[in-house]
């Protein structure tokens, strides 16, 4: 069926790209573009018309009863009449119009497929519940991966599973009827008096079901699915059978909302939930006495629609329709009907295409649909968040919270439910929406389901632990409810939390298949009402929804972040900042070089009038894009003195290069007082490195530069900030002075009670200068200890430095620190410990290391099949910094080189220093334990 697929997608493509699709094929076209996407491009319509012809055809011949083989004429009738918009696609489809268009023989052929397949077998399994797939996701998912595996990863096409939704479900119930005086949870049949302007704009009030169900990104019917066996069984339980057709014809359909983006999941969500109403999810025994028989008129209520765009999309309209009332009544729902319930899993995307005008306004605090100011994610404690890239707050997940939020706002109460990524609960960057929804709702409640890859993350016991999803990223399930009636008289929700750890599912054998644990069984024995939860203090600046050790934070509080402890101290220069995030050149293969020959020959080129554009794209890695134009750029670097923009870079740990900087050509590093501290970055002997927060399971974000650094050189994913030890007026070597803060140096003073002075070193006995402080800084920074006894405050900002009054201890640390701060740039050198002994070509083809147990000093790092380097310690070959593996990374980055003698010495040298550092990190510890050990403020 795929394949059959791929060429209906490629022969409409090939009409059109030969400018021979029929007026019926344009019409189509113009459809798809009118009903959903005006952009939508011909490779876009074909490949979306292919999947929806599968889906539509794949729904139709599980109605297909006649005694005749199933065709393609059969597939109007025979699509559910719940879908109105399947049907009246494939009634043109099927038409005689269309039996000349040269892809209606592969439709031909699929239908012939399916019209062979035991559909008895499929309906047979239909509804045995396992815990990643039912039949129908079984078939989408896996077709979609035979289709296009790519899209399937790029859509997010995976399968909630069943327990999560389960919990979900049955914690709305629980909360519906413990909270909101429904006494019949999710199967509440009370109406409510709505308010609305007719096309007059004259006020009317309807009544209206209370409990209102959506589901803002329906996927494939999942949850919607779950809600209707639950209120199913609670029928059954109480012997209702006889009353469930006219319940849901009348209680049920009414309340029941879903809207979906992509045509393919929309079709499965008709199919499963319709089969789900005609009982087929049933043993045969009780599908006659549960099977409800949809009348002429009744539909569904999900639509093809985006919930993230205000504007009413003619959705379900096709070929010139005039608006339908399913259209209508689609408008009302996504426009303002009172839905009392908002649950589901929406889609996860750090980089949204969901950029709509409203969502974008909305994020940021003002309702384009009334004009008014309403909750904004971009402040916190009503000042901007003053982030340099939130770009997080745009992810999807992010929009859908905010317009679930908004919705239940409007209505006045209700519960939203949503299994996300767990990255909200303590990045910093989410903090004004943590407090924006502390302010909505009154109680909040957060599920930490981890299995967060990225991070490494391991249960609380050293144990595996993993994701309920296929996916690397951390998920929870967050449960926001906004009572009618507030139960206190705070203007903040309570927020309460609950870490779930471990395996996914634990079987005694893969194929017995019998449950022992698991965060599977967890779900499926709980609710929100049965799990142990523990009530959070969150509070100003981060509002976290993860729980901290109080004391610890306390203690952690007192000392200086290194935002407050570089720059000026004066908010009207440069409001006060003298640091800035490292370099971003958005084209590292053009900007940096291994040797300042190879780049003064690429910017040469660049800067040649004799040179046309043309060459400069197939020559140099540069391509026109909306960031580049060839013609444009070019003329800043003729204009510009570039000779003097070739300067040394901290590229990556212990890997210094050359680079071209010219601002006005980079993405970030290009003005303000960013380009003041570049250049004093340049000829500062002492930058410090760090970055804020980080997303690996250790904070290991420190280093030391002696030099510009770009943007990743101490951080594999987070990106460093610089911290110039020294300003330069003028950018002149000389007259510098200090870039630490004068209120923190003040504060210093009065604390260690030794005279300060403004340059270098000072005694130790009774003077420090900027250079203890800043071996002292480093020093503590590389304590084992500090690391893992603030560890959880470290992931959420800026590294803060305790303030001791110990003279002794902080002269031993500074001592230590400027050790440390020597090796890792190479002023000082440790002792070599290791050997090359093996001669050869010397180019780097395969980085692997090998250690022997028995004789340690034989561990290789091998660079290829013949040549290696001898006696690399294994605890030196694990080392990290900021993510990177400095022993594997510097080599990796010279894969295909051919390492020179000075290169081999440099590595020698750098393994050298990680072994001295390893050993200088415990002393760091053992001196503080000999002072008295943490907190160090008190020794």
């Not at 400018?19 to 076209?29: E, I, V």
């Not at 309570?494 to 449950?515: D, K, M």
């Not at 022993?887 to 290169?903: A, V």
């Amino acid at each position: 069926m795929a394949h059959l697929a791929h060429m209906i997608c490629d022969s409409i493509n090939n009409t059109f790209q030969q400018k021979l699709a029929t007026d019926n094929l344009r019409d189509l076209y113009a459809g798809f573009q009118e009903a959903l996407l005006p952009d939508l491009k011909v490779s876009e319509f074909a490949d979306m018309f292919a999947q929806t012809i599968v889906y539509g055809l794949f729904a139709a011949r599980f109605n297909h009863t006649q005694k005749r083989p199933f065709c393609r004429h059969d597939a109007a009738s025979e699509i559910p009449s719940t879908n109105p918009f399947l049907r009246r696609l494939f009634a043109a489809i099927a038409g005689p119009d269309f039996d000349d268009e040269p892809f209606v023989g592969f439709v031909d052929d699929l239908a012939q497929v399916l019209a062979l397949t035991d559909m008895e077998a499929v309906l047979a399994d239909f509804g045995k519940t396992m815990r990643r797939e039912d039949p129908i996701i079984h078939f989408y998912e896996t077709f979609l991966a035979q289709y296009d595996p790519k899209l399937r990863a790029m859509r997010g096409v995976y399968y909630t599973p069943e327990p999560v939704v389960s919990y979900i479900v049955r914690s709305v119930d629980y909360l519906l009827r413990e909270h909101f005086d429904c006494p019949g949870g999710l199967a509440d049949a009370a109406t409510v008096a709505y308010s609305s302007c007719d096309e007059d704009g004259k006020e009317r009030v309807e009544r209206t079901p209370r409990v209102l169900i959506l589901d803002p990104a329906m996927g494939t019917g999942t949850f919607l699915y779950h809600v209707i066996a639950h209120i199913r069984e609670r029928y059954r339980q109480m012997g209702n059978v006889g009353m469930w057709s006219g319940y849901v014809r009348e209680h049920l359909l009414p309340r029941l909302f879903g809207f979906e983006l992509l045509m393919a999941p929309y079709t499965m969500a008709h199919l499963k939930l319709g089969m789900q109403l005609a009982a087929i999810d049933l043993p045969i025994a009780e599908r006659a006495a549960w099977a409800y028989d949809f009348a002429t008129n009744d539909r569904l209520g999900i639509y093809l629609t985006n919930i993230l765009d205000e504007a009413l999309k003619r959705s379900e309209l096709m070929f010139g329709r005039d608006i339908s009332d399913e259209a209508n009544q689609a408008a009302k729902v996504k426009q303002g009907y009172p839905v009392m319930v908002v649950l589901g899993n929406p889609p996860y995307s750090g980089h949204s295409a969901n950029k709509g005008q409203w969502i974008n306004d909305l994020l940021r605090g003002q309702d384009s649909q009334t004009g008014r100011k309403t909750a904004n994610y971009f402040e916190v404690d009503g000042q901007p968040l003053g982030e340099r890239n939130p770009k997080w707050l745009n992810d999807d997940y992010v929009k859908f919270i905010r317009v679930a939020q908004w919705r239940i706002e409007k209505m006045g109460y209700g519960v939203l439910a949503f299994i996300t990524n767990h990255g909200y609960l303590d990045n910093p960057t989410f903090r004004g929406m943590r407090q924006s929804l502390m302010r909505s709702f009154d109680d909040i409640y957060v599920l930490d389901l981890h299995g967060n890859s990225k991070k490494k993350d391991h249960s609380p016991d050293g144990s595996k632990d993993e994701n309920v999803f296929d996916i690397q990223q951390g998920v929870a399930i967050g449960i926001f409810v906004k009572r009618q009636q507030k139960a206190s008289s705070s203007d903040m929700a309570n927020v309460y939390h609950a870490h779930l750890w471990g395996l996914r599912e634990v079987y005694e054998t893969v194929s017995q298949r019998q449950e022992r644990g698991g965060k599977y069984h967890w779900l499926a024995e709980r609710d929100v009402s049965t799990t142990e939860w523990k009530r959070l203090e969150p509070t100003s600046p981060f509002f976290l929804f993860k729980p901290q050790d109080d004391v610890v934070r306390a203690e952690y509080e007192q000392g200086y972040k290194v935002t407050e402890l570089f720059g000026t101290g004066n908010p009207k220069v440069d409001g006060g900042k003298k640091y800035g995030l490292g370099i971003c050149t958005h084209n590292d293969a053009l900007h940096i070089a291994w040797t300042e020959a190879e780049l003064i020959d690429r910017v040469q080129k660049l800067a040649s009038p004799s040179i046309p554009d043309s060459v400069i794209l197939e020559t140099l890695p540069v391509r026109e894009s909306p960031y580049w134009n060839t013609t444009r750029e070019r003329m800043k670097v003729r204009i510009s003195q570039w000779q003097a923009k070739i300067w040394p870079v901290y590229y990556r740990p212990f890997d210094w290069r050359k680079i071209y900087y010219e601002p006005a050509l980079m993405d970030i590093g290009r003005g303000g007082s960013s380009r003041h501290v570049m250049s004093n970055a340049k000829f500062c002997p002492r930058n410090l490195m760090v970055s804020r927060g980080y997303e690996i399971e250790a904070f290991q974000h420190v280093l030391v530069s002696n030099t510009v650094a770009v943007h990743h050189a101490a951080t594999r994913k987070e990106g460093n900030y610089l911290f110039p030890l020294y300003l330069y007026p003028e950018m002149a070597l000389e007259g510098r002075h200090s870039n630490l803060s004068p209120t923190f140096i003040t504060t210093f003073l009065a604390i260690l009670k030794m005279r300060f002075i403004s340059n270098g070193k000072g005694d130790l006995q009774q003077t420090f200068g900027p250079e203890d402080i800043f071996n002292y800084m480093y020093a503590v920074f590389h304590s084992p200890t500090y690391r893992e006894r603030y560890a959880e405050f470290l992931k959420i900002d800026f590294p803060r430095l305790p303030l001791i009054s110990n003279a002794n201890l902080f002269r031993e640390l500074c001592n230590l620190g400027d050790r440390l701060v020597g090796l890792h740039l190479m002023e000082k050198f440790g002792k070599i410990i290791t050997s090359y002994p093996v001669s050869g070509n010397d180019v780097v083809e395969k980085v692997d290391y090998t250690a022997s147990a028995d004789t340690p000093e034989q561990n290789r790092v091998w660079i290829n099949r013949m040549q290696y380097i001898e006696g690399v310690p294994a605890e030196v070959w694990d080392f990290h910094i900021g993510g990177y593996q400095v022993c594997q990374k510097w080599l990796k980055d010279r894969k295909g080189c051919q390492l020179s003698f000075n290169d081999i010495n440099h590595y020698q040298r750098i393994v050298a220093a990680l072994a001295e550092t390893i050993i200088l990190m415990e002393k760091i510890d053992e001196v503080i334990d000999s002072h008295g050990g943490w907190p160090i403020w008190l020794c």
